[in-house]
Nanobody, 120 residues
Framework: QVQLEESGGGLVQPGGSLRLSCAAS????????MGWYRQLPGKEREFVAT???????????DSVKDRFTISRSNPRNPKNTVYLQMNSLKPEDTAVYYC??????????WGQGTQVTVSS
């Protein structure tokens, strides 16, 4: 059974920084990618960033490019962890951030979400 544990959310002022973490337990083999999505109240969940586990290629939404950085733990570690460093945060970045992991054979798992609030 795969479980994703997210941490690092909170309240920050505009222009500030936060670092989100997501650790996947229960399975490491067959990981294709891990990533982050976010959801505002009343809106659909949207893509933020993803990283491919083999090779480390990264992809970002235009709205966060050059401000957010996604990274991953060493693939040899016993637990796969993905990070999202968020800099120059804006009020429009306020959302619940969800971690996602994709495995071979089409399996996908989501974290429970962590709230990020950008406000003065």
């Amino acid at each position: 059974q795969v479980q994703l544990e997210e941490s690092g959310g909170g309240l920050v002022q505009p222009g500030g920084s936060l670092r989100l973490s997501c650790a996947a337990s229960g399975r490491t083999a067959g990981t294709i990618a891990m990533g982050w999505y976010r959801q505002l109240p009343g809106k659909e969940r949207e893509f933020v960033a993803t990283i491919r586990w083999s090779g480390g290629s990264t992809y970002y939404a235009d709205s966060v490019k050059d401000r957010f950085t996604i990274s991953r733990s060493n693939p040899r570690n016993p637990k796969n962890t993905v990070y999202l460093q968020m800099n120059s945060l804006k009020p429009e970045d306020t959302a619940v951030y969800y971690c996602k992991v994709d495995y071979h054979q089409g399996s996908t798992y989501w974290g429970q979400g962590t709230q990020v609030t950008v406000s003065s």
